[in-house]
Every structure is written in C-alpha cells, then in structure tokens.
C-alpha cells in the first residue's frame, strides 16, 4: 500500500448512515483499493464470490483492522454493532490518480 495514493475519502459512517449498498453484494472498480476503517464497534464483514457466495467472513474492530480489498474484488457488510463508526477511503496506483480523483 506504500505506493498506492488515496483519491477520496467517505465521511464517518454510523450504524444509520451507513449506505445500504456496502450491505449488499458489490465490487470495487477497476484500479481501485478500498481500505475501510473500524474507529469504533464491530463490524463482521465478507468476501464473495462473484455468484454471491461467502468465501470468508471475518469480525473487524478498531483494534483488529480489515486489510485492503483488492480491485474488483466482491465483498458486502454483513452486520455492524450498533455503536460503529466507520470510515471508507479509495486508494489507486500514482499514475492513475488525476484519472480516478477527478473522473477523467
């Protein structure tokens, strides 16, 4: 990740404002990481198969991170603890920055 450059970041997310999206099946893009941080509570999360089928399933909190999901990779909240704060940032390759910062 030392290399890679975040190109936006979401606001805190609480149990409520949380997009329904990040709970269903879905992917990153193309060239994109996604780092998601714990900053308090618990949050169980999934990687998918691309049929929607749970390959793994992990609790993260703030003292235990999740690791970075990988371009296009399927992944989906699965329940979060009704006190948690979260954080998404997107993070791409230097080169691709201007590209996926400003849409171009």
Request: proline share 5%; charged share 20%.
């Amino acid at each position: 990740m030392s290399n890679l450059r975040c190109y936006k970041q979401m606001p805190v997310w609480s149990n409520k404002t949380l997009p329904q999206n990040f709970r269903e099946k879905h992917n990153t893009q193309e060239g994109t990481w996604a780092k998601l941080t714990i900053l308090q509570g618990e949050l169980v999360f999934a990687m998918l198969s691309e049929n929607g089928e749970i390959i793994s399933e992990e609790t993260f909190n703030a003292s235990h991170q999740p690791s970075l999901v990988s371009p296009q990779a399927w992944h989906k909240i699965v329940s979060t603890s009704s006190d948690i704060a979260c954080q998404l940032e997107f993070f791409c390759e230097p080169e691709r920055y201007f590209e996926k910062k400003y849409g171009l």
